[in-house]
C-alpha cells in the first residue's frame, strides 16, 4: 500500500493552514464560476491561472487552488439547473431533467441537497480511483520512450474530439491549428526562428496562456454581446419552493445505490480520453433511466435522476485528472488548463511527476479530499447564498470577467502585445465556436505542440532519420491503433450518441417549459 | 456556405503556413527531422481538414445580424484600445472607461454603466493591487 504511505506525506503538505485556505477559497470561487451562467469549469480556472501565478504561488499551492476551483465548479454547475432549468455549464445539462421538476413540485431544497451529496460521493471516490489508478497507470508510462510518446499525443488529438463531436475534420482542424500556432517562435532544437517574420515578440513563441485566456475567457464576453437584451443577460430569481433543506435520511438510502453504480461510470468515462465530465453525466443518467426506471419517473421529479447526473459528472471529474497527472495528457477542457498551469511552472506531468515532485502529485490529491469535504459542509447548509449569486446579471458580471482577464495577462508580461495577441485569440475563439470548431484541441495543441515535436526529432535521432521507428515497439503501435480507432468510430457513432443526448434534453425543455 | 468559406480559408492558412515553414533557415546544427518537417505535416493536415469541410459543410450556423456584428467589432476596437493605452492612461483610468462601455453595450442604462465601470476599476484595483500586491500599469497620475 504504497500510495496509502503517500497520501499520508500529501497530508502532510496540503493541512498547513496557507493551502487550507486556498483550498476553502478555490472551493468557495468555484461554486460561484459553477453557479453563474456563462463562467463555467474551464473559464473560471483560466482566469485565474495568470493571476495565480503573479501573485507568485508555488506549484503546489497553485494547483491546490486551481483544482478546488475546478471541484467547486463542477458542484455549483446544479445550483442553476435545478432552480432556473438552466444549466450553469455543460455537464449540469442532464441535472435539470429532473432537478428542476423536483423543485417545481416544492422540493428544490432537497434536491439541492442530495445533488450535493451525490457529487461529494461522486468525487470522492473518484478521488480514491486517482489514488489507485493514477500510480498503476505511471508504471506504465515509465515503459514509454519518445516514439512511445509521439504516439500518445496522437492518441490525445485524435480522441479528443472525442465520442461527443460532430464534425470530426473541424476537430482536426482545431488540433492541428493549435500544434501550428505552438510553432511559432524560436525553434528549441537548433536555434531558429519559425514563423515570427522578424517580430521580436514572436520569438518567444505566444504565451499559451495568452491564448487560452483569450479563447475560453473573452469569447464569452463575445457570445454575451452577440445574445444581449435577450434573458440570458438578466439576473434570474428561482421562482420555486425551497422546501426543507435537509433531505430525509430515506431519500439518501434510496438514492445511494444510484449514487454508487453512477460514480463508478462517471469515473471511467473520465479516465478515457476524449469522453470528459458531459458525457459522464449523460452515460449515467441514461444508464439509470435504463436500470431502475420501473414506473417511468425519470423526467418528472424522480430523485435518483438527480443523484445520476450529478455523482456521474463529479467522478468524471476526478477520474479526468488520472491521465493529466499520470500521463502529462489531458482528456477535457478544464484539465487541460491545469496542465496549462503546471508548464507555466515549470512542472511537466508525466511519470516522471511522481518521482520527482511526489509533493505536488500527492499534496495535490490529499487537497481534493479535504476540498470535496469542504464543498460538501458549504454546499448543504450555505445552498441559499450560493442561490442569491443567480441574481447576479451577466451583463454586469462579463466586463468584470474581461477585465480580470486583462489583469492577470498584463501581470506576467507586463506587455500591451499580449494583450493585443489575447483580444485577437478572443475573436478567434468567437468564430470558432459559431463555426462550431472545438475550442479544447487548440488549447491543447498549443500546449503539447512543443513537446510533441521534440520527441519525435527525439525519436528520429535516436534511429538516426528511419521513419520506421514510430511503429517499432508493440507499445506504440497498440497506442496508434488506439488513435485510428479513436478518430474513425465517432464518425460512425458519435453522431447518433450527440443527437439523443440533444433530443432528451430537447423533449426534457419542451414539455418543461 | 460559411463553412464552405470556412474551409476555403483553411486552405489558405494552410498554404501560407507551409510557405512558411520554407522560409525556416536552416542552421548548421540539425537533426534528422530539421526544423521545417513537423510545420510541413500540420499545414499538410490543416488543408486536408479543410477540404473535407468544405466537401461536406455542416448546416449554416446563426450569424448575428449585422448590427450586433458591429456592436462586437466595437467591443474589439474598445478591447484592442485598451490594450495599447493602459500603458499612457493608467490601470484605473482605462479600465473604468473600457469596463463601463462593454457593461454599457451589453445592456446597463448608461449612468448605471458608468458606476459600475468605475466600481469594477477600484474594486479590482484594491483587491489585486492594494491587498495582493500585483503590479498593475501605472499611468500619469501614479494609478
Not at chain 1, 495568470?50 to 471541484?71: C, D, Q, R
Not at chain 1, 443523484?307 to 491521465?323: I, K, Q, T
Not at chain 1, 489575447?422 to 465556436?433: D, K, S, T
Amino acid at each position: 500500500m504504497e500510495a496509502l504511505s503517500s497520501l499520508g506525506e500529501g497530508f502532510a503538505v496540503a493541512l498547513t493552514f496557507q493551502n487550507l485556505f486556498l483550498a476553502l477559497l478555490g472551493c468557495f470561487l468555484g461554486t460561484v464560476m459553477g453557479a453563474l451562467p456563462g463562467l463555467g469549469p474551464s473559464n473560471g480556472v483560466a482566469i485565474l491561472i495568470p493571476l495565480a501565478f503573479t501573485l507568485g504561488l508555488g506549484p503546489v499551492e497553485a494547483m491546490i487552488l486551481l483544482t478546488s476551483v475546478y471541484y467547486g465548479a463542477m458542484y455549483g454547475g446544479r445550483i442553476s439547473s435545478i432552480l432556473l432549468n438552466i444549466p450553469g455549464d455543460e455537464p449540469a445539462m442532464m441535472t435539470c431533467l429532473d432537478g428542476y421538476p423536483m423543485a417545481q413540485k416544492g422540493r428544490a431544497g432537497e434536491a439541492l441537497a442530495l445533488s450535493g451529496i451525490a457529487s461529494f460521493v461522486g468525487a470522492f471516490l473518484a478521488t480514491w480511483g486517482l489514488v489507485f489508478l493514477a500510480p498503476q497507470l505511471v508504471k506504465v508510462a515509465l515503459l514509454f520512450g519518445p516514439a512511445e510518446y509521439f504516439a500518445l499525443f496522437v492518441l490525445a488529438f485524435a480522441t479528443l474530439g472525442g465520442i461527443a463531436s460532430r464534425n470530426q475534420a473541424k476537430a482536426a482542424f482545431a488540433a492541428m491549428l493549435g500544434l501550428g500556432i505552438a510553432m511559432v517562435g524560436v525553434d528549441g532544437q537548433t536555434g531558429v526562428p519559425r514563423f515570427s517574420f522578424g517580430e521580436v515578440h514572436l520569438y518567444d513563441g505566444i504565451d499559451f496562456l495568452v491564448a487560452i485566456v483569450g479563447l475560453f475567457a473573452l469569447s464569452e464576453v463575445f457570445v454575451f454581446l452577440e445574445h444581449r437584451g435577450t434573458a440570458a443577460n438578466e439576473g434570474q430569481e428561482a421562482k420555486v419552493q425551497m422546501g426543507r433543506i435537509v433531505p430525509s435520511a430515506r431519500l439518501i438510502t434510496s438514492t445511494t445505490p444510484t449514487m454508487l453504480r453512477t460514480s463508478l461510470l462517471g469515473f471511467i468515462a473520465g479516465v478515457l480520453p476524449g469522453a470528459g465530465a458531459s458525457l459522464g453525466s449523460f452515460l449515467a443518467y441514461s444508464m439509470e433511466k435504463k436500470m431502475v426506471d420501473r414506473e417511468g419517473t425519470f423526467g418528472t421529479g424522480d430523485p435518483r435522476g438527480v443523484a445520476a447526473p450529478e455523482a456521474g459528472n463529479n467522478a468524471a471529474a476526478g477520474g479526468a485528472l488520472v491521465p493529466m497527472l499520470a500521463l502529462g495528457v489531458p482528456g477535457s477542457g478544464t484539465t487541460a488548463v491545469l496542465l496549462a498551469m503546471l508548464l507555466a511552472l515549470n512542472i511537466t506531468p508525466g511519470p516522471l511527476l511522481f518521482t520527482q515532485n511526489p509533493d505536488v502529485v500527492w499534496g495535490l490529491i490529499a487537497a481534493l479530499f479535504i476540498g470535496n469535504i469542504m464543498l460538501l459542509l458549504m454546499n448543504i447548509p450555505m445552498v441559499g447564498m450560493f442561490v442569491r449569486v443567480l441574481l447576479v446579471p451577466p451583463r454586469l458580471l462579463m466586463p468584470v470577467v474581461a477585465m480580470v482577464s486583462f489583469v492577470g495577462i498584463y501581470g506576467i508580461s507586463g506587455s500591451s502585445f499580449d494583450l493585443v495577441v489575447m483580444v485577437i485569440f478572443g475573436v478567434l475563439g468567437w468564430a470558432l465556436r459559431k463555426l462550431d470548431v472545438p475550442l479544447v484541441p487548440v488549447i491543447l495543441g498549443v500546449l503539447l505542440g512543443n513537446l510533441m515535436e521534440a520527441n519525435l526529432r527525439r525519436a528520429m535521432t535516436i534511429s538516426d532519420g528511419d521513419w520506421t521507428t514510430l511503429v517499432a515497439s508493440p507499445l506504440s503501435i497498440g497506442l496508434w491503433a488506439i488513435a485510428i480507432a479513436g478518430f474513425v468510430l465517432p464518425i460512425f457513432v458519435g453522431k447518433a450518441l450527440k443527437m439523443r443526448m440533444r433530443r432528451m434534453h430537447e423533449e426534457h425543455t419542451g414539455t418543461a417549459d | 456556405m460559411s463553412d464552405r468559406i470556412f474551409g476555403g480559408l483553411g486552405i489558405l492558412l494552410a498554404a501560407f503556413f507551409i510557405w512558411g515553414a520554407f522560409q525556416v533557415e536552416l542552421s548548421f546544427i540539425t537533426d534528422p527531422v530539421g526544423p521545417r518537417t513537423f510545420p510541413i505535416i500540420i499545414g499538410t493536415l490543416i488543408g486536408v481538414a479543410s477540404l473535407v469541410v468544405i466537401l461536406r459543410p455542416d448546416p449554416e450556423p446563426d450569424w448575428p445580424a449585422l448590427p450586433r456584428l458591429l456592436e462586437i467589432g466595437a467591443a474589439v476596437v474598445v478591447m484592442l484600445a485598451y490594450a495599447m493605452l493602459l500603458p499612457e492612461l493608467g490601470f484605473v483610468i482605462a479600465t473604468a472607461i473600457a469596463s463601463a462601455f462593454l457593461t454599457w453595450r451589453l445592456g446597463t442604462a448608461p449612468f448605471w454603466s458608468l458606476v459600475s465601470g468605475v466600481a469594477t476599476s477600484l474594486g479590482i484595483y484594491v483587491v489585486f493591487h492594494l491587498i495582493l500586491g500585483l503590479s498593475l500599469a501605472k499611468g500619469p497620475l501614479g494609478f
